[in-house]
T-cell receptor, first 115, second 115 residues
């Protein structure tokens, strides 16, 4: 069985500060891991994905995430927050060996960026 | 490609009425997913199809909910009769399985309000 836990349903940072959104996963098979972003009144968009090629993954808009197997984590970071980063962020996992196309999503973390 | 297309974007109806939500997946994608998003429960997978065949409908909340995929380019999610607790944003997503990493492409969503 696979699951994802996002620590903190709401994160608030100042503009220019480091963004850190936490995600821990549970998977009985080598996982594929994803971060999606949802802006208000829009669908989810892929930020980045880990597919076992490299543990540090760079995505769009300056975001990156590091896969740490020993910690079963896939935290999302950005060195300097911008006002436009305010959105909801979802971590998701799928099983690379099963390839059912089914993603398991976390509960989401709302990022607030203060001026 | 135009992406995943959902209609209607907004629907307001009265309790007891039938609601039909529509989805056109990305051409060539062989998986289609229906998700529901609410503040209380977050993002829930309702049902998904592979090659137009329902694979897992365990997330469908009640018999009032039904989903069909008559062909590779069209799917519907129907609620009959609708209830106020069905108010949510319903997302359709599609993906391509062969050689892929399971990335989902989401539509903009259909916001349903049942009065």
């Amino acid at each position: 069985a696979q699951s994802v836990t996002q620590l903190g349903s709401h994160v608030s940072v100042s503009e220019g500060a480091l963004v850190l959104l936490r995600c821990n996963y549970s998977s009985s098979v080598p996982p594929y891991l994803f971060w999606y972003v949802q802006y208000p009144n829009q669908g989810l968009q892929l930020l980045l994905k880990y597919t076992s090629a490299a543990t540090l993954v760079k995505g769009i808009n300056g975001f990156e995430a590091e896969f740490k197997k020993s910690e079963t984590s896939f935290h999302l970071t950005k060195p300097s927050a911008h006002m436009s980063d305010a959105a909801e962020y979802f971590c998701a996992v799928s099983g690379s060996s099963s390839n059912t196309g089914k993603l398991i999503f976390g509960q989401g973390t709302t990022l607030q960026v203060k001026p | 490609d135009a992406g995943v297309i959902q209609s209607p974007r907004h629907e307001v109806t009265e309790m007891g009425q039938e609601v039909t939500l529509r989805c056109k997946p990305i051409s060539g994608h062989d998986y289609l997913f229906w998700y529901r998003q609410t503040m209380m429960r977050g993002l829930e997978l309702l049902i998904y199809f592979n090659n137009n065949v329902p694979i897992d409908d365990s997330g469908m909340p009640e018999d009032r909910f039904s989903a069909k995929m008559p062909n590779a380019s069209f799917s519907t999610l129907k609620i009959q009769p609708s209830e106020p607790r069905d108010s949510a944003v319903y997302f359709c997503a599609s993906s391509f399985s062969s050689g892929s990493t399971g990335e989902l492409f989401f539509g903009e969503g259909s916001r349903l309000t049942v009065l």
